[in-house]
Nanobody, 116 residues
Framework: QLQASGGGLVQAGGSLRLSCAAS????????MGWFCQAPGKEREFVAS????????SYVDSVKGRFTISRDNAKNMVLLQMNSLKPEDTAVYYC???????????WGQGTLVTVSS
């Protein structure tokens, strides 16, 4: 089970940190990812991190602004979002999977609203 939190309203240029808490005892076995879904659009990939945290991947639009990290001792994955833009406004979801590109578990979304 995944529980996302940390969304809110922020002005453009501001920062937010999203958290996703996972239950279970095999957290490190899972790749973790963040996705977003803007109004009227399909869900899109934002960032992912391998089980050990050794490798990360980002969509081009957030490179240099967002950082994904994980704390396997706390069963948690974070998304630090800096220099936010109005186009980052979306519901953000965390997900867990075993294989690259395949996501098994999804958390509920947390809304991020960036005002101009």
């Amino acid at each position: 089970q995944l529980q996302a939190s940390g969304g809110g309203l922020v002005q453009a240029g501001g920062s937010l940190r999203l958290s996703c808490a996972a239950s279970g005892r095999t957290f490190e076995a899972y790749r973790m990812g963040w996705f977003c879904q803007a109004p009227g659009k399909e869900r899109e990939f934002v960032a992912s991190i391998t089980g050990t945290g050794s490798r990360t991947s980002y969509v081009d639009s957030v490179k240099g602004r967002f950082t994904i990290s994980r704390d396997n001792a706390k069963n948690m994955v974070l998304l630090q979002m800096n220099s936010l833009k109005p186009e980052d406004t979306a519901v953000y979801y965390c997900a867990a999977g075993i294989y690259s590109g395949s996501w098994i578990y999804w958390g509920q979304g947390t809304l991020v609203t960036v005002s101009s």
